[in-house]
């Protein structure tokens, strides 16, 4: 059999992605469930979705550590005890702290879920943060931040979003000092208001058949009631700073991490399937125009890449790097080169058809199992979002033009508005 | 359970094809037998350097990732100590673009000084960034030569000097290809939405043709027990004091391996673990405390790091992390404590059924180890694992003359 090796082999493109959608259920608390069942492996995944409370920059810490230690006590169970419950049934706790949720997560097989969702119903309505817990997470914090603030990526981030979105939870970059705000009488009353069942969204993913179900409406919806004052998730509007350019310097350094980047529209707008595209194309997949240029022409870094995030109430589009310190002028001049030129040259339709069938692939990709068709959910559900926006992203990917995307350059990508942040040597 | 067929091509190629009909997705994952482990003691990080190499195009295909991206697929790879590993995720429609290319790079790679001197610099600077531009990046390039002081584990993947990715030439890189990169060496794993007969078909068709090359036999200095307590101090611009402690523990397939793994997480996983509630929450000597292994091929490590509190002496914190260490040498660990770690691993090996690419990488890796069905009995061989047996190892290991202990101090300014 000879065979052309020269020649790639036909390939079809994506046309068909099928989204999992939930079976929806509303508790008499106001809680709202979301089911995704499938799969074979006789196991959950449970989220507990909760929104932050509204910023307060005389306490700025209140939300982040609250969600961390919830594990760390309850009225009837310390710290020791929930670890070794959740660990004995083999189940994994996770809390997890987002700009606008904090989440609280259980991973349990089946069989074992009748001993571990009392668990976390201690935890969601009967924490304590003992005073000895709250010193220990406060002295550890603090020895974390100590190495952290000496990686150059960590405090170029940290300065980007301070700039970008000043006192609010987006901005928030504590220092040691910030710790000395937090009390435990603080984290009482708003560990009260905010983790309530009006404030709380259940997801589960997994196989979920109705003894499961039952279990759990059961554990969250009886005994569970909203306090008195409701969650206040309000959010201060961002502030952003008047300087657009920071510099801080490491003599020793090797490398310099560098962001930039500036505030874009988040999910919600028309404009930001579109906007993925751009991005994608500018520096969001290993082939991108910042890797070809920067690391894979030039050898300045191990990697760059370009992001959106989409935030409740903001968006920011960024650029993030470490490149070798003698390099660090060329590899910013490379950079404003390359969002320039996405603003005066269309995207060659070679390039831009290959960006489609990449990011279609990568969606498809990205629904690997029913925790992921879960988290597909979560991006639309707390965006205020309905289906058709993946209808909407998929119908962009594919009918984007060259134009369409220049002129999307135009309206969001000033250069000379972008904010700068270099740590190490330039 | 993670049903697959396995042939094995003429060649000497080894292909293993796991059936996953609940996606529309298929995986191509590569091992090759071959990590930082076979490398010369004067080019070392050669494995890893050849590994960003395989991506600088083949002899027929200029560029690799542009027509993978082109049908929606996306790839990676890793180099350990041990292997090399490749693996290409894509819909599985698209499934014989991921056969084209990496065939087609197992026949010859394009070899082109270009792409070596770029990612000569690539490799550099992430030398840079991961291992000597951060606070104790290179911790474990001062270590390992403490540990393995004949066996080729004594450098990281990375290498052990900037300078010996800075020298490396063409020669070297095509030498290292023929040596390592053909069937021979090689196994394969089809996963996903694709079907035996598909994959037999598909296989002959691209990988059929390629010579099977020479076979690589490996002959490496093994690592002498260890009878002599090892011990260094470094200074450096670090917030924290730190310190690490390592012991030589089995190979991979030493039957210990996975009473070693239970020990760990009895010591170590999560937070009802003896670390982190004996040091970090009750005795409060440690801001964070770990255990963890290596599970290489050869000789591992076993290995403890901990980053005492200000108000704590190093002394107290070494002596602190002993203590955990008799009392698990002389005490058997209660009944329930083995359940709970037996419990973890069982409900972990259970999740990890979730991902197509980690059974593809589990098979690949099984296999390599001699038998890929082996991944289908691991949670049988953690719950034939005892307390009794927990304390002997804990006994075997736990040993001064066993440990390599480096102080990493904060330098005071």
């Not at chain 1, 981030?157 to 435990?184: E, Q, S």
């Not at chain 1, 959910?377 to 309905?386: R, V």
């Amino acid at each position: 059999m000879t065979i052309d090796r020269k020649q790639a082999p036909e390939f079809r493109a994506i046309d068909n992605i099928n989204l999992l959608r939930p079976a929806h259920q509303a508790l008499d608390n106001g809680c709202n469930v979301f089911c995704f069942n499938s799969g074979d492996q006789e196991l959950v995944r449970i989220e507990w979705v909760f929104g932050n409370q509204r910023f307060n920059p005389e306490k700025p810490l209140l939300n982040v550590a609250v969600n961390t230690m919830l594990t760390e006590g309850t009225n009837s169970l310390t710290a020791s005890q929930i670890a070794d419950k959740v660990d004995f049934y083999g189940a994994f706790l996770q809390v997890d702290y987002g700009y606008d949720n904090s989440v609280v997560t259980l991973y349990s097989l089946n069989k074992h879920l009748k001993h571990t969702l009392p668990v976390l119903k201690d935890i969601l309505t009967d924490s304590i943060f003992p005073e000895k817990e709250l010193a220990t997470y406060i002295r550890n914090q603090q020895q974390k931040l100590q190495v952290s603030l000496q990686k150059n990526d960590v405090v170029a981030r940290r300065t980007f979003n301070k700039a970008l979105f000043g006192d609010t939870l987006y901005g928030l970059g504590a220092d040691m000092d910030t710790y000395k705000t937090l009390h435990r009488e603080d984290m009482l009353v708003h560990f009260k208001q905010m983790y309530q069942p009006s404030n709380c969204t259940i997801l589960i993913a997994g196989k979920i058949e109705p003894e499961i179900l039952k279990l759990i409406t059961d554990t969250f919806d009886k005994d569970w009631t909203n306090g008195e004052i409701k969650a206040d998730t309000s959010q201060p509007e961002a502030n952003p700073a008047p300087e657009h350019f920071y510099f801080t310097e490491k003599p020793d350094a090797l490398q310099s991490a560098i962001r930039m980047g500036l505030s874009v529209i988040n999910r919600n707008h028309p404009d930001f399937p579109y906007l993925q595209v751009l991005n994608t194309v500018l520096g969001g997949y290993f082939g991108s125009r910042l890797m070809a240029n920067i690391r894979e022409d030039k050898g300045y870094t191990y990697g760059i890449g370009s992001g959106i995030s989409s935030l409740k109430h903001a968006g920011a589009m960024f650029i993030a790097t470490e490149v070798g310190a003698d390099v660090c002028k060329s590899a910013v001049a490379e950079i404003e080169k390359e969002v320039n030129l996405l603003k005066t040259d269309l995207i060659p339709e070679e390039e831009l058809s290959l960006v489609r069938n990449y990011m279609l692939g990568s969606l498809l990709g990205s629904l690997e199992n029913v925790f992921s068709h879960a988290d597909k959910f979560k991006n639309l559900y707390f965006a205020g979002l309905d289906y058709d926006y993946y209808d909407r992203y998929v119908d962009a990917i594919k009918t984007v033009d060259a134009t369409h995307l220049k002129d999307l350059a135009n309206k969001y990508l000033d250069f000379d508005k972008f904010y700068k942040v270099i740590v190490g040597k330039c | 359970m993670v049903k697959f067929n396995r042939f094995t091509l003429d060649n000497g190629l080894r292909v293993i094809v796991h059936e996953d009909h609940t996606t529309p997705m298929a995986v191509l994952n590569i091992l090759y037998d071959v990590g930082a482990r076979d490398e010369n003691p004067e080019q070392t990080g050669f494995a890893h350097l050849f590994e960003h190499l395989m991506f600088g195009g083949s002899v027929n295909i200029p560029s690799y990732d542009e027509p993978l991206q082109r049908v929606g697929g996306e790839n990676n790879a890793f180099t350990s100590n041990d292997i090399t590993n490749y693996y290409i995720t894509l819909p599985s429609s698209n499934i014989e673009t991921a056969f084209w290319l990496e065939s087609d790079r197992m026949l010859s790679l394009a070899f082109s000084e270009k792409s070596l001197e770029v990612q000569r610099n690539v490799v550099i600077e992430e030398f840079k960034q991961r291992y000597l531009n951060q606070p104790y990046g290179d911790v474990w390039l001062k270590l390992r030569p403490m540990i393995y002081k004949v066996h080729p584990y004594q450098w990281a993947t990375i290498g052990k000097e900037i300078k010996h990715i800075e020298d490396a030439k063409i020669e070297d890189v095509k030498a290292f290809f023929k040596k390592h990169y053909n069937p021979q060496n090689a196994i394969m794993v089809v996963g996903g939405d694709i079907t035996l007969e598909q994959v037999k078909e598909l296989s002959e068709k691209w990988f059929g043709t390629i010579p099977a090359g020479e076979k690589y036999h490996r002959n490496l200095p093994q690592e002498p027990e260890q009878h002599d307590e090892r011990r260094a101090t470094v200074t450096a611009k670090v917030p924290l004091n730190d310190i690490y402690i390592a012991f030589q523990m089995g190979d991979r397939l030493d039957e210990s391996y996975y009473v070693a793994e239970l020990l760990s997480d009895v010591l170590s996983r999560g937070h009802s673990s003896r670390l982190y509630r004996g040091l970090v929450q009750e005795k409060q000597i440690f801001s964070e405390v770990h255990a963890y292994m290596t599970g290489s091929m050869d000789k591992g490590i076993f290995a403890f790091e901990g980053k005492p509190l200000e108000n704590i002496s190093i002394e107290q914190a070494e002596a602190a992390i002993w203590e955990e260490l008799e009392k698990i040498k002389t005490i058997e660990i209660p009944a329930d404590e083995l359940t709970k770690v037996q419990n973890k691993t069982e409900s972990t090996m259970i999740f990890s059924e979730m991902s197509l690419l980690d059974k593809a990488m589990n098979l690949a890796q099984f296999e390599l180890l001699g038998d890929a069905d082996m991944l289908n009995h691991e949670t049988a061989k953690y719950l034939e694992v005892t307390s009794g047996k927990i304390k002997d190892l804990a006994n075997e290991l736990f040993r001064r003359d066993n440990s390599t202990t480096l102080i990493y101090l904060a330098e005071v300014s």
